[in-house]
Every structure is written in structure tokens, then in C-alpha cells.
């Protein structure tokens, strides 16, 4: 019999383990639209699955009918803001250990910066980001590496 990730010596196939698992799933939670669509075109050409929410509300209720790897998230959305969605994240036992990355422009943001950490956000990034920036991110955190919470 033959099993995914071993080599079966005078095979003249290999199966990668890389090729059956499934892509990393993330859900970007955007309000404007051109701004979620180039992340998620960013985040599609990366190779991840991306779920897509326009506001707070909507998040939550993707996040928890369909667990998420990773959740990044605008902090100024409709209904319930970036701050208040992410505390729910961790209050919720089914999405607590998502990782919740903010990528933000909002301009409170820069009077206080630990607000985003507080509320439970892994990481913080701010308007414009670096496509790298966001892809190394969510990678680190869905291979447990934990960051250092960045500001």
C-alpha cells in the first residue's frame, strides 16, 4: 500500500502532502470594496482560500460557521468595529485560537496603538501594507510562530 508523503522505492510516482492539503483559508474583512479586492487577489495568488465579509457582523458570522485559519481585519467597519469583532473572536471558544490580524488606516489607531492588541489582535499593520508584509504575517501565525505583537 502506498501512503501519501512516503517514497516508494521504484515508483514512478510521488505524492506530496503539500498537494493534498488543503490551502490555509482567510477571511479578510474589508468595508471598501477596492480595498478587498486587491487583498484578495493579493492573498489568492498566494495560494490561500479567501472568505470575504464587508462588515463586522458578517465576519463573525462566517468565522464561526466556517472556522478560518486566520482573520484580517480593517479596524473601522460597519456594525461592529475591527476592536469589538476580534474580542468576540476571543471570547468564542470555536474561533479563540484563530489569529486575528489588523491591517488598518484608521486615524484613532495612531493615539493608541495597544488598542488593537487589548482588544486580542495578534498583529497590526498599518495602511498601506506590503503585500510581503501580509503574506509572512498570516504564514507566521497559521505555523505557530508567534510574532512579537507588532504596531
Known sequence: ???????????????????????????????????????????????????QAHNGMQALEQAVHA???????????????????TRRLKLDERTRAVPVIAVTGYAPFAADPGRALRAGCDVVLEKPCSRDDLETAIRKLITGERLQPQT
Open 1 to 51: 500500500m502506498y501512503r501519501a508523503g512516503l517514497t516508494q522505492d521504484q515508483s514512478s510516482y510521488t505524492v506530496a502532502v503539500s498537494q493534498l492539503a488543503p490551502s490555509p483559508t482567510v477571511l479578510l474583512v474589508e468595508d471598501d470594496r477596492d480595498d478587498r479586492q486587491v487583498f484578495a487577489d493579493w492573498l489568492t495568488d498566494a495560494g490561500f482560500r479567501v472568505m
Open 67 to 85: 472556522v478560518p485559519d486566520v482573520v484580517v481585519t480593517d479596524l473601522n467597519i460597519p456594525g461592529i468595529d475591527g476592536f469589538e469583532l
